[in-house]
């Protein structure tokens, strides 16, 4: 069986080699325009947390994020954990939204979580002047996709899989070089690459602060919230998603709602000094798409395309457990249409 994966940022990197894992005899290639550290991911801090995921179903996003979250851990516990990005680290979600944060079903993934008590709340808002009405604890990751996706990929050519940097026009190209099988790991590109056009980037501006002393998440789930995400090596303050908005220069407003709100949550941080600024287009859709498509060539010739991409602000969180689906529907398919040498 002869695979190509189309897209090399934190989806396709993780899919690849969950596909190379499960079919070790399966050729398996890599086509993408840019890769780490060019990929939407590299900028972000690749905290473990559910977000900006439009109307995906709670049960997908229940059992992919569980599987990274489980992923992530199998590899903090291993001699990976430094050169895959990964570290373990303690977040408090806070909302000033009257309704409270809806308890969402993911919470039972993680550790140690706990719903803030009224007398932590009063406390946190004298602290910063501010109105939370409801939050919560957890123990997250973080896998900072600088270092996650070139160890992912470099696990993937250790196991025999192909890279190739080239842009992908048409999927025809690829049936026409004797392919089998077609992944389309594409984020945002997947908007010209087969004309989704429910696919609209959301833009999320950020700037890094030298900070070691901070190593807990404080993040606002508010429409204009802002958020502090400790890593290994600086720290990240956000952030902006603007919907539909393709600008990726860096904007002073922007800079200013960052500062000052992130100085808010954690006053220290105005002694720091800013060492990157950086404007990244999440792949949002209305849901991620992750499901079989059966097409059929201008030659003629019928093929079968995997569709995984649109996972708005929650790449990180979900590529392991997206990519496990995608080996699941290969088993699928697999025994569907007997493809014994998959
Ligand atoms: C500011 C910001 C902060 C974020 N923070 C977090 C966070 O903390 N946690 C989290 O989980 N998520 C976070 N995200 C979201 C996360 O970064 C994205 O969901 C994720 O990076 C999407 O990964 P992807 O592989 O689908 O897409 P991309 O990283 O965009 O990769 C797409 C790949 O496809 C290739 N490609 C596209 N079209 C073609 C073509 N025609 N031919 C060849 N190759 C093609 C590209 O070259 C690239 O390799 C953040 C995003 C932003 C902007």
Known sequence: MNIAVIGAGVVGAATSLAIKEAFPVSRVTVFADAFSPQTTGDGSAGLWTPYLLGSTPAEDVLRWSGETYRWMLSIWKSESAGDAGVSLIPITRVTSDARGVPEQAWISTVFGSRRMSLGDLRRLNEEQAAEYTSGWQFITFTAEPTRLIPWILAKFKSLGGNIVKRKILKLDELV???????????????????????????????????????????????????????????????????????????????????????????????????????????????????????????????????????????????????????????????????????
């Open 176 to 342: 026409d070089e004797s392919f089998d099988l077609l992944v389309n790991c594409t984020g945002l590109g997947a908007r010209d690459l087969i004309g989704d056009a429910t696919m609209q980037p959301v833009r999320g501006q950020v700037s890094r602060v030298e900070a070691s002393w901070a190593f807990h998440v404080f993040l606002v789930e508010d429409e204009a919230g802002n958020y502090v995400i400790p890593n290994v090596e600086s720290v990240v303050l956000g952030g902006t998603h603007q919907e539909n908005d393709y600008d990726c220069r860096i904007r002073e407003e922007d800079e200013k709602f960052i500062h000052e709100g992130c100085c808010k949550l954690l006053p220290a941080l105005r002694e720091c000094n800013i060492i990157k600024r950086w404007v990244g287009l999440r792949p949002g859709r209305p849901r991620v798409r992750l499901e079989t498509e059966s097409r059929e060539a201008e030659n003629g010739k019928k093929f079968t395309v995997i569709h995984n991409y649109g996972h708005g602000g929650s790449g990180v969180t979900l590529c392991w457990g997206c990519a496990l689906d995608v080996v699941r529907i290969l088993h699928g398919l697999k025994t569907e249409k007997n493809l014994s040498k998959l």
